[in-house]
């Protein structure tokens, strides 16, 4: 079965620090994506990414960046974390056509 | 938007009794993919089915597609209180890798 793994189960940082979060896949797919999810809101993408070093913006890519410098890791920063940004962070692998597989999620608090 | 919306946002049924989700969606579709997330987890992939299909079944789940209604339903038979989940709907979009969710139907399943 394809693995999709978050690095952190729970964070918790302070506002102004630069946080990442990390997810590995294991079935060398091309596509990752990082969502958000908050009550209310449901998922949100953040960014998605459909190779190496190549990123789109999905529709909140404000006070996020991400990074891809290798084909199963794809990370999230939050260049300088808000409390706003207190959420839910799920990264998904896969295709269209056959489904993603999320990660088990970061639960990211800010304070 | 072009995410899917499921309908209704909250469903609470006995146990044995059969669940209905309904989702609609706004554009063309290759795909429409079911997930269910399980409180506090990522999303776990259900089930796909093609636009050029009709009807899907998988163990006690069943979805159809009318894409001339742009909607579709999943059906979970004989309910459990493992089914207690949140489940989402995913249209896979023409000419997109992304996928967008929406906000989910919450099932609880009373014993």
């Known amino acids: 079965d394809v693995k999709v793994t978050q690095s952190s189960r729970y964070l918790v940082k302070r506002t102004g620090e630069k946080v990442?979060?990390?997810?590995?896949?294991?079935?060398?797919?091309?596509?990752?994506?990082?969502?958000?999810?908050?009550?209310g809101l449901g998922l949100r993408l953040i960014y998605f990414s459909y190779d190496v070093k190549m990123k789109e913006k999905g529709d909140i890519p404000e006070g996020y960046s991400v990074s891809r410098e290798k084909k199963e890791r794809f990370s999230l920063i939050l260049e300088s974390a808000s409390t706003n940004q207190t959420s839910m962070y799920l990264c998904a692998s896969g295709y269209r056509d056959y489904g993603y597989t999320f990660g088990s999620g970061t639960r990211l608090t800010v304070v | 938007s072009q995410q899917g919306e499921e309908d209704p946002q909250a469903l609470s049924i006995q146990e044995g009794e059969n669940a209905t989700m309904n989702c609609s969606y706004k554009t063309s579709i290759n795909n429409l993919q079911w997930y269910r997330q399980n409180s506090g987890r990522g999303l776990v992939h259900l089930i796909l089915i093609r636009s050029n299909e009709r009807e899907k079944h998988s163990g006690r789940l069943r979805v159809t597609l009318d894409t001339s209604k742009k909607s579709s339903s999943l059906l979970?038979?004989?309910?459990?209180a493992a089914d207690t989940a949140?489940?989402?709907?995913?249209?896979?979009?023409?000419?997109?890798?992304?996928?967008?969710?929406?906000?989910?139907?919450?099932?609880?399943?009373?014993p």
């Not at chain 1, 990442?20 to 596509?31: I, S, T």
């Not at chain 2, 979970?76 to 459990?80: D, G, N, V």
């Open chain 1, 20 to 39: 990442f979060l990390e997810c590995v896949q294991d079935m060398d797919h091309e596509n990752m994506f990082w969502y958000r999810q908050d009550p």
């Open chain 2, 76 to 80: 979970i038979t004989a309910s459990r």
């Open chain 2, 86 to 110: 949140s489940y989402f709907c995913a249209p896979g979009l023409q000419g997109a890798q992304k996928l967008v969710f929406g906000q989910g139907t919450r099932l609880t399943i009373n």
